[in-house]
């Protein structure tokens, strides 16, 4: 006769483990059938541009603070000579005084109150005038003479001290730009990372292609230039087109925006100042209607400048991955203002 066994029934634990199991593979096929889809080439391209332009902003914050610090190294390198000559004045001051008191000495005895001068504090010393009667008229000048000296060396150290603070603080701003602009790169090649090695060539040649086609069909109009300035700077940047944006870089072989419209006027025998943010102030501000060739033109908070071209066209270097191109206006963003040089 043939033995019928029960079947063994699963433990409980073995139930949850197995119930666990299939409910997360549940919620991971439904998670999966919610994701968002890959984001198409334009969605891409529209997510970089930002993030580019908000990296072309840390550019310009980066290179401002670069100018600072180039400024104020020069400050300090200024103050620590003036201190170092100032401190050899006090010390020959203080070698004739002190051959002074040798001369008393051998004559008979050192005056009590050249004495209390020459100890540890004169500074406190100089402060009761009342003692200074005591001094011939030839000493009395020369120890007003040193106190001066002291003075004016404690208050240069105390400004090179403050100024080496400022340094301090703007190499550390320096140091967060930097890595603003690394982490808004990072995160924008990431994004082109997601497309295909063919989107992305064909993302790249639409930049290339735009640049070029912008040199050779845009209409600048018949607009004069307000100055031959103008003129010579807007002619020396058209020699550019073509050339990549690169941030921080100042030419011949790329450009940042600042970086272009400096170079120009270089060419064109004007110093304009390093960033969007000082370049402002190089000339004069004038409103869109007033605008002619070769001004400078502001836009999306200071963040961006090129050269007005004529006919509602702009020649700048717009932004990592492109190239120094003209462009409408009404691409360009938010228009601040004009600046004429």
């Known amino acids: 006769m043939a033995s019928h066994r ?8 073995r139930v949850t483990v197995l119930t666990a199991t299939a409910a997360a593979a549940v919620a ?3 998670q999966a059938a919610q994701a968002d889809p890959k984001p198409s080439k334009d969605e891409v391209k529209a997510k970089v541009d930002k993030l580019y332009h908000e990296a072309e902003k840390a550019t310009e914050d980066h290179s401002f603070a670069k100018e600072q610090q180039t ?13 170092a000559r100032g401190q050899d004045e006090l ?18 005895g050192i005056d009590p109150a050249l004495s209390l001068f020459l100890s540890s504090d004169p500074d406190s010393y ?5 003692l200074v009667d005591q001094f011939g008229a030839k000493q009395a000048a020369e120890l007003e003479n040193i106190q001066s000296k002291q003075r004016t060396l404690a208050q240069e150290r105390a400004e090179a001290t403050r100024k080496l603070a400022d340094l301090e603080d703007v190499r550390k701003t320096l140091d967060a730009k930097k890595k603003t602009i690394q982490a808004k790169l990072a995160e924008a090649q990431k994004l082109l990372n997601t497309l295909t090695a063919e989107e992305r060539a064909k993302m790249a040649d639409e930049e ?18 307000a100055s031959q300035r103008g003129a010579a700077a807007l002619a020396a940047a058209d020699t550019q087109v073509g050339k990549p944006y690169v941030s921080g870089a100042e030419g011949p072989n790329s450009y940042d925006c600042s970086g272009l419209t400096q170079w120009a006027y270089r060419q064109a025998g ?15 501000k004038i409103g869109r209607s007033q605008l002619k060739p070769g001004d400078l033109v502001f836009f999306n908070g200071l963040s961006h400048v090129g050269l007005y071209a004529g006919n509602n066209q702009v020649l700048h270097a717009p932004k990592p991955g492109a190239y120094v191109r003209y462009e409408s206006m009404d691409w360009m963003g938010t228009f601040q203002f004009g600046v004429r040089i």
Do not use: C, F, M, W
């Open 6 to 13: 029960r079947p063994k029934q699963p433990s409980r634990a």
């Open 28 to 30: 991971l096929t439904s």
């Open 71 to 83: 400024t104020l190294q020069k400050q300090v390198d200024a103050i620590q000579d003036r201190v």
């Open 91 to 108: 010390n020959t001051l203080r070698d004739g005084l002190g051959s002074v008191a040798t001369a008393q000495y051998r004559s008979g």
């Open 126 to 130: 100089l402060d009761k005038a009342s």
């Open 208 to 225: 290339q292609r735009a640049s070029r086609e912008a040199g050779d069909r845009v209409d600048l109009g018949n607009e004069v230039p």
């Open 270 to 284: 004007v110093g304009l100042t390093r960033t969007t943010y000082t370049q402002q102030n190089d000339g004069v």
